[in-house]
């Protein structure tokens, strides 16, 4: 498996002084900010000796040319990044060994400065480290043999350049900008050559065809649509080439004529198969949006064992977005962390925006000039700068009117296509069918991250250490182990992995040409291609078209959601009247459209999902399109809880079904273990408790069958995790109210002893949480309200008390509750969103409405622990801040009246009058065809708490409460 790596891995041998001669005395003037850089640039100029006179004997040059100086300073930070954690690793080591003199950390950096450059010092470090050095010498090396290729190609093509935009003829090249972007196939890279009259061009070291091709291609589509796409000229040069340099502008045309060149370009890029052309890989100038990188056009499928996950929905809808309009770059797309709660950086061509935070981590110098001086890895901001218009940049022209403008042009391409297929597939056919690409097996950034630990200074010294490093791409390889063997012996050598392909082959080839694979694909990139086109239909382009929707949901802004609604009926008119039938009419419609949306599994064993903005926390921020998850609060359950209560009120059997299909599996993962890998450490409505929830739920709607409530109680006490938090929506707060329910519902004996154990367990937790917290004063988390505050783990902790009898979590939750009253403001009488705010809100999650659903439950437990005057003045909150927001559980109408339920139970006339008919009229005004009507984030998400599911649950509620609980208390 590693027979190449082990020829790449040569021991290296003694170090010569003339390779690596010692620097000379330590001057702090040269180390200005104390960051070595006088160190590196020592070596970058010994390892270069000869390579300013051979620079200088080129004949394409200026005079006045800056060609060496640019290298040597390009080559600092690469040698840096090699050598800097080898250094400070020592200068760690001898501040330990107090062999550092010196008061003061800065009179000890330079001590070990003048220890590097000693005699003594330089023979340590190279007889300690040679690899390191080597590796630094050879890659800078390998860079001034790049930089002499690329002025020997100018000499040779100078006549032929001037036929590139930009280029006058006879202007002498005045700038090599060297390693633009990453090195592949031996440390080569792209550059831009630079003339004296400021001009310039990009070199490429590859086959330009595909550029070539797609051009043309462009210009195909211009004639035949009339549409007016820039395209660029290219100077092949047989395995390398020369691109007219596309200078970075506004768009003269506007703003609305940019997004319909954007949607034009999408569709073609679509038709072609394109992916990765991100941010990066196009270039608005004055005529409009530029692809300036085409590598990844046609791109096939790869062959791969195929897992019991591919089986699944999931792996379907997933598999359908990377081959959908959202998977090309172009749109909107947020990459993110992989942590809940977290905004990741949108790098889409329209979404992108300088000063975000970047989803990676880099190495960056802490405390420099100082003995304590380190490098860490830590997460900046993006500043890569760019023309092309973003969404939130073109103020201009609304968010819905640039995404209905790319939508109208891409629309156009497609249709355009769908009726001439033969015409558009032997169009790509002619322009592309000759050219190579380049497969992206896997994201750039990984093989970046294993670069970067491939020089840590301990896989330096140790060679175990170094291969099992690299051998990490083998974890993912799936079958395809050839191809792993191949990254792993191209980051050996410092290199970024690259592979490519031939239009019309199925074999993989290393960057050398070298087959790798011979039937590494599913088909041929012209294959598909042609496919893809061959399968366009109406239904094909609407989903393209629907999939554009997804991509700028997080782009609307959350303050269009405002419903307006007013909870309280005005004197006049009588109480609003709706009966079943339209009510159970619109309930059908969103049934209807969740059954039409369903994504079902090729294997049974895995649940259905259904695509949309992807919530990534219970406060979301991102709102990427994704498949469903498996929590309740965004995710499948919630929609199968819908569906079956849709199937019970109608008798439809494709409601029943659809429902089942989330089900039915689920209770399958429920009963064969595998709570654990999806859980983690998340509760409550985000963790498997949730599923649990959710299947006992439906099976009640449904009439019965599945895993009993005992079983299900079990199974959470002894196949999952203890969540590491208390709260209700991700914590064990919401768990011990899900047990509560369970125990509520239990039939039998055993079932009702089962999910005692099962609350007790989890009561347990809570109060472990609690003792940890350290709050004698009741604030166990820092917010006050219901979804993750205090008043949220309070009001299951005290029902669990008075079933079971426990008096500590009774003095507990009683604790809470009170710090939550207390909490109460004294200059406008409202309550802080957290504890020591001053930010307020008003919904179910944070906030009045919140506040009071949990004092009316604690209300039930102990009487009088929240006054009449409290009770009312949250009640004053509610009416006024908590409705007219938005439409949802979380964070709106609905959540609000799930309060204002609640209180009719526990405190008759605590909302006065007026409210008798409130949800009658809130459907009328606000649920009734909500998605027709609106065009908001809430109208694309498919979940119960912030989705349309939610709107057919309080439907649902509305006709029956008995029969459909609150799922905001998790009832």
Request: glycine share 10%; aromatic share 8%.
């Amino acid at each position: 498996m590693f027979r190449r790596l082990q020829e790449a891995e040569a021991a290296p041998g003694t170090l010569s002084d003339e390779d690596f001669p010692a620097p000379g005395p330590y001057d702090p003037e040269l180390d200005a900010e104390g960051r070595l850089v006088d160190y590196f640039r020592h070596f970058v100029l010994a390892w270069t000796r000869d390579l300013e006179a051979e620079v200088s004997d080129s004949s394409c040059l200026s005079e006045d040319n800056t060609v060496f100086a640019d290298f040597v300073a390009a080559q600092i930070p690469v040698v840096a990044e090699l050598l800097a954690r080898t250094l400070l690793r020592e200068l760690f080591l001898r501040r330990s060994g107090e062999l550092l003199q010196g008061e003061s950390p800065e009179e000890r950096y330079r001590s070990f400065r003048e220890w590097t450059n000693s005699a003594e010092g330089h023979r340590e470090l190279l007889s300690r480290h040679p690899r390191a050095f080597e590796t630094a010498r050879d890659r800078v090396r390998t860079a001034g043999t790049g930089l002499l290729h690329i002025l020997s190609q100018v000499e040779l093509h100078r006549e032929r350049l001037d036929s590139l935009p930009g280029v006058t003829a006879g202007s002498a090249v005045s700038a090599v900008l060297a390693g633009q972007g990453d090195t592949h196939n031996g440390g080569r890279s792209v550059a831009h050559v630079v003339f004296a009259d400021g001009g310039r061009v990009l070199y490429k070291p590859r086959p330009l065809d595909s550029e070539v091709g797609f051009n043309a291609l462009v210009g195909w589509f211009n004639e035949r649509l009339g549409t007016s796409l820039p395209t660029v000229a290219v100077l092949p040069c047989r395995n390398e080439g020369f691109v007219e340099y596309v200078r970075a502008g506004d768009p003269r045309s506007g703003s609305g004529e940019y997004f319909a060149r954007i949607g034009q370009l999408l569709g073609i890029l679509y038709l072609v198969k394109a992916i990765d052309i991100h941010f990066e890989n196009v270039v608005t100038c004055a005529d409009g949006p530029v692809v300036v990188d085409t590598e990844t056009l046609l791109t096939p499928r790869l062959v791969t064992q195929e897992s019991d996950t591919d089986r699944s929905a999931t792996a379907v809808a997933h598999s359908a977005l990377g081959e959908s309009v959202t998977g090309i770059g172009v749109l909107p797309f947020t990459m993110r962390k992989g942590k809940p709660g977290e905004a990741g950086m949108d790098v889409g061509v329209i979404g992108y925006d300088p000063g975000q935070e970047v989803p990676y981590k880099s190495l960056q110098f802490r405390n420099p000039g100082r003995d304590d001086m380190f490098v860490e890895l830590a997460q900046g901001t993006s500043a890569n700068a760019t023309t092309n218009l973003s969404v939130s940049r073109a103020t201009d022209l609304p968010v819905r009117q640039q995404r209905d403008t790319v939508k109208r042009e891409l629309r156009r391409v497609l249709e355009y296509a769908a009726s001439h297929k033969e015409e558009v597939a032997g169009a790509v056919e002619e322009f592309l069918s000759g050219a190579p690409f380049r497969f992206l097996h896997h994201a750039t950034v990984f093989y970046s991250q294993l670069l970067r630990m491939v020089t840590h200074p301990e896989a330096m010294v140790d060679p175990l250490v170094r291969k099992a490093v690299l051998s990490r791409v083998f974890l993912g390889a799936r079958g395809t182990y050839e191809i792993a063997e191949d990254e792993a012996r191209q980051l050996a050598e410092g290199d970024v992995p690259y592979f490519c392909y031939s239009a019309n082959s199925r074999a993989l080839l290393a960057g050398d040409g070298r087959v790798v694979l011979d039937d590494a694909f599913e088909e041929s990139g012209m294959d598909a291609a042609r496919a893809r086109i061959t399968g366009l239909d109406r239904e094909a382009i609407d989903h393209q078209s629907t999939l554009v929707d997804l991509s700028f949901v997080a782009k609307l802004p959350l303050s269009d959601d405002v419903t307006g609604f007013t909870p309280l009926r005005s004197s006049g008119p009588a109480p609003a009247r709706v009966d079943r039938s339209r009510f159970l009419e619109e309930a059908v419609r969103v049934g209807d459209m969740l059954v039409d949306g369903m994504i079902d599994s090729p294997d049974e064993r895995f649940p259905a999902v259904w695509l949309g903005p992807q919530v990534a926390a219970p406060e979301g921020e991102e709102w990427t399109p994704g498949a469903s998850g498996y929590d309740l609060y965004t995710g499948m359950p919630g929609i199968a809880l819908a569906l079956a209560g849709v199937a019970r009120e109608t008798g439809e059997e494709r409601f029943r079904r659809a429902a089942l299909r989330v089900v039915e599996p689920l209770e399958g993962l429920l009963l064969g273990g595998s709570l654990r890998t999806l859980s983690g450490v998340v509760g409550g409505m985000c963790g498997p408790d949730g599923i649990v929830y959710t299947a006992a739920t439906a099976r009640r709607l449904l009439g019965g069958g599945g895993t009993s409530v005992g079983e299900m109680a079990r199974v959470l006490v002894s196949d999952t995790d203890p969540p590491n938090l208390a709260d209700f929506v991700t914590g064990s707060a919401g768990t011990l109210a899900i047990c509560l329910s369970l125990h509520r519902n239990a039939t039998d004996e055993e079932d009702r002893k089962l999910t005692a154990e099962a609350a007790e367990v989890f009561a347990g937790h809570v109060m472990a949480s609690v003792r940890e917290s350290g709050a004698a004063d009741g604030r166990v988390t820092e917010y006050t309200g219901y979804a993750h505050g205090a008043i949220g783990i309070a009001s299951p902790l005290l029902e669990y008390a008075s079933v079971f009898g426990d008096r500590e979590a009774a003095e507990a939750g009683t604790r809470m509750a009170e710090a939550v009253r207390d909490a109460q403001r004294g200059h406008d009488r409202d309550w802080p969103r957290g504890w020591d705010e001053d930010r307020v809100s008003y919904a179910w999650c944070h906030g009045a409405p919140g506040i009071l659903l949990g004092a009316l439950q604690v209300t039930r437990h102990v009487p009088g622990l929240f006054p009449e005057e409290t009770l009312g003045r949250l009640a004053e909150l509610t009416l006024a801040r908590g409705f007219g927001n938005n439409p949802t559980y979380c964070h709106g109408d609905l959540g609000s009246l799930e309060t204002v339920l609640l209180a009719e139970q526990v405190s008759p006339g605590l909302f006065g009058d007026g409210v008798d008919d409130l949800y009658p009229r809130l459907f009328t005004e606000v649920v009734e065809r909500y998605s027709e009507r609106s065009d908001t984030k809430y109208t694309y998400s498919n979940g119960i708490m912030l989705g349309q599911a939610g709107l057919i649950w309080s439907i649902l509620r509305h006709l029956d409460p008995e029969a459909y609980p609150s799922v905001v208390r998790l009832e």
